[in-house]
């Protein structure tokens, strides 16, 4: 039995990663606070484990804290409710 | 700290199925379907060409000597007729001259000649019936099936079916009128119950941005860009670990590398940069392309706007698009852009229906030479026709009681299939009156599909595109 998502589209992904909605938002949580720490505890509501520690600063030091927002708004826990 | 583990979604999950299942039972899981076939089919794609507005049978495509006889003289069916926004007007004959073509002899009328060298590979259908005189109902009822909102579209039936046959472009897209939606506008191309993946893909040829939200913002770098991509799937993948059971994580990281994907593929089918002068000429293309000037209707700027249009279609169908949607004519605004030719035919019909007419025969045009005609079903279609009087001094109101449909292509074979009366007013034959659902099954019998066995259990019912009616037009198919 073929099985699908029956909500998700990459039409969806392409609007959470480009739209200037998104980029207004990233900019704002920026400017909240610039530390992977703090974002995720804005976002998630928690401080990241050690191994997504890794990955964000990483991207952090990268590619800077708007950039850092954006992937965080991305993400699956973000996303989906628990 | 660790990650939470004791939330309500995880308990519940573990009781059995995981809530990711849990929503996906009463949804589909119809056996054949990803292979999608009941029978060998003819065809693999489809174009609908859905002109938005009503267009006039009696002025394009069904012509009608008795209008002619009549000139001038109030029309009289012998019954009352009552009319969307007026009272019957005078008989009035075409607005163009009709002429005969190809070895069937079939008479078109001026502003479609172009497609007058094809004429006997196109299987005209004049006796289309609907269920209603208004054009948000109307057009539903031709791209969905059904005259009231949500049901999912044609495009989206058959995307479901078959699938895609390129894993970087959406299998089904529509390309609306520049300026502006038909009636209802995303309804028509919605998947609704279906999986949203089959949904329409709106692109606008010629805008800066084609697809919305197709590019990064420009604050992220490419690199940026690129690393959120691979970073985001690594804290996804750990995230989902320990959600065993939820399949939407695993679809939502893989939607991700799809629109990555996408912003290429889609870039490069929209470049008609590299296709040679004389493809561009064969689809009536403007050398201003798409800034040609438009600010009174007229020939020129609308065949460019429908044959882009048309030519996008192509390159989207030679790069595995299952269903592309083009739309002519917007839904009202002023100055008028659409088929609705309330006050004045000549005016609006013509540089319309020259546009059309252009773009489609550059269309079958290249198909045919591309080898790829006898496997793409285009199918014409609009919400209503047009009463064979008058409107006022030059127009027409709407005609709810017969209308004209044609396709070509994919195995279907050229002629008339039903015809309307003398004036173009109702079917002929009243009980033998073709409807969307006929148009429908056939469609879906080329592709390969039994129309009665494409269902999809919503609600407690079985739904299918063709509703509990339809079937396959006999002779118009071998």
């Known amino acids: 039995v073929a099985k699908r998502d029956e909500t998700t589209t990459a039409l969806q992904a392409l609007s959470l990663m480009n739209n200037p909605f998104i980029e207004a938002m990233s900019a704002k949580l920026a400017s909240r606070t610039s530390s992977s720490e703090g974002m995720l505890r804005v976002a998630l509501g928690r401080s990241p484990s050690e191994q997504e520690r890794d990955v964000l600063n990483h991207y952090l030091e990268a590619h800077g804290a708007p950039a850092l927002a954006r992937l965080i708004f991305n993400l699956n826990e973000f996303t989906y409710v628990d | 700290m660790s990650l939470p583990m004791s939330t309500r979604r995880n308990f519940i999950g573990s009781l059995g199925g995981g809530i990711g299942s849990l929503a996906l039972t009463d949804l589909i899981a119809k056996e054949g379907l990803g292979a999608g076939r009941h029978h060998p089919p003819k065809a693999k794609r ?7 507005g009503a267009a006039s049978h009696v002025d394009l495509f069904d012509y009608k000597r008795q209008l002619e006889k009549e000139a001038g003289q109030q029309w009289d069916p012998g019954e009352e007729v009552e009319l969307f926004q007026s009272s019957p007007g005078v008989s009035q004959p075409s607005y163009w001259e009709f002429k005969r073509y190809g070895q069937s002899g079939k008479m078109l009328s001026e502003p479609v000649a172009p497609l007058g060298k094809f ?14 005189g208004v054009h948000s109902q109307g057009t539903l009822l031709q791209t969905t099936g059904f005259n009231r909102p949500g049901f999912p579209s044609a495009g989206s039936w058959v995307s479901y079916a078959l699938g895609t046959d390129n894993e970087n472009l959406p299998s089904y897209v529509v390309l609306p009128d520049h300026r502006g939606f038909a009636s209802n506008g995303v309804k028509n191309w919605s998947s609704m119950f279906l999986p949203a993946e089959n949904q329409g ?7 800066q941005t084609p697809i919305n939200d197709l ?9 940026a860009d690129a690393e959120a991509v691979r970073s985001l799937r690594e804290l996804n993948e750990m995230h989902s670990r320990t959600r065993q059971g939820d399949d939407r994580l695993n679809a939502r990281i893989r939607s ?5 994907q996408m912003q290429l593929s889609a870039t490069e089918a929209l470049d008609t940069s590299r296709e040679p002068q004389y493809i561009k000429d064969l689809y009536g293309l403007a050398h201003e392309g798409p800034g040609v000037d438009d600010s009174k209707i007229n020939r020129k700027a609308e065949a460019e706007f429908f044959g882009r249009k048309c030519l996008i279609a192509r390159r989207l169908l030679e790069r595995g698009v299952r269903f592309v949607q083009i739309f002519s004519g917007n839904e009202n605004g002023f100055p008028r852009r659409n088929w609705d030719s309330h006050e004045n035919v000549k005016r609006d019909h013509g540089p319309l229906a020259n546009g059309m007419a252009v773009g489609t025969a550059g269309l079958i045009e290249d198909l045919k030479q591309r080898g790829m005609l006898d496997d793409t079903i285009i199918l014409w279609t609009t919400e209503f026709g047009r009463m064979p009087c008058a409107q006022g001094g030059a ?3 709407h005609n709810p009681f017969v209308f004209t449909n044609w396709m070509i292509g994919g195995g279907i074979k050229g002629g008339t299939y039903g015809e309307s009366d003398q004036w173009g007013f109702r079917p002929q034959d009243p009980d033998n009156a073709t409807q969307v659902y006929d148009i429908h099954a056939t469609l879906l019998h080329q592709l390969g599909i039994d129309h009665e066995r494409l269902t999809v259990r919503h609600n407690s019912i079985d739904r299918r595109l063709t509703d509990v009616h339809g079937h396959v037009i006999k002779g118009m198919v071998s």
């Open chain 2, 201 to 207: 893909t709106v692109i606008r040829p010629g805008a």
């Open chain 2, 256 to 260: 991700y590398e799809l629109a990555a």
């Open chain 2, 215 to 223: 590019y990064r913002p420009k604050s992220i770098s490419k690199e």
């Open chain 2, 395 to 397: 127009g027409r109101d």
């Open chain 2, 119 to 132: 004429v006997d590979d196109i299987a005209f259908v004049h006796n289309l019936v609907g269920q209603t």
């Open chain 2, 46 to 52: 489809v174009i609908q060409l859905f002109m938005a």
